[in-house]
C-alpha cells in the first residue's frame, strides 16, 4: 500500500474515532442496568410473549424514549447517506448496524428483531428485519432504520407504523 493510501486509512480511523468521542461526549444518557428478566417482562407485557427472544449477556443498559428519540435522530442521519443495495446493504444491515453502533458509541442496549411485514397499501407481505427498543419504564419500541421511522408497542394492538404492519418473529439483545 502507498503511503497516500495509508495516509487516508489513518486519518479516516482517526475521524471515526473522533467521532464517536464527540458523540459520547455530546450528551449524558443516565443509563440503569437491568437483567433479561427485565428485558423479558417488557416484552410479556405488551403482548410480545410468543416471540422467541435470545439473551446474549446477562445485563442491559436502558434509558428513558425522550433519550432514545435523540439518539436515533443521529442514527438516522449516518443511515440516510447508506444507499440501499438489494442482498448487499438492505434490512438486516441497518438493524444490526443500530443494534451495534449504539452499544459502541452511547453503551446503551438496542435489539435486533426479525419478522413479517405487510405492506398496508399493496397487502403485499415479506420477511423483515428492525430494532426493538426497551426503555427504562419497560416501553417496547419499533425502529426501522430503513425508513426511520419509530412506534411504541401496544398490547392488543398491530404494530403500525409507516407504510405497514410489523409481526415480530424472533429478537436478540446483546
Known sequence: MSDVNNMWKNFGITLIDQGIQFLRKSFNPNAQVKGFGFIRDSLNSCGLNAVTSTEMDLKYK???WAVWQEILAMVNIILKKIPYVDD???CE???YFTSSFVPLVFGITCGEAFGKFTNSTSRQQWMHHWNLIVDKQGNVYVYDGMSGNSCQVVKGQPIKMGLGVYEP????FF
Open 93 to 95: 444491515n441497518y438493524a
Open 62 to 64: 436502558v434509558v428513558d
Open 169 to 172: 418473529q424472533t429478537v436478540k
Open 88 to 90: 448487499f446493504w438492505d
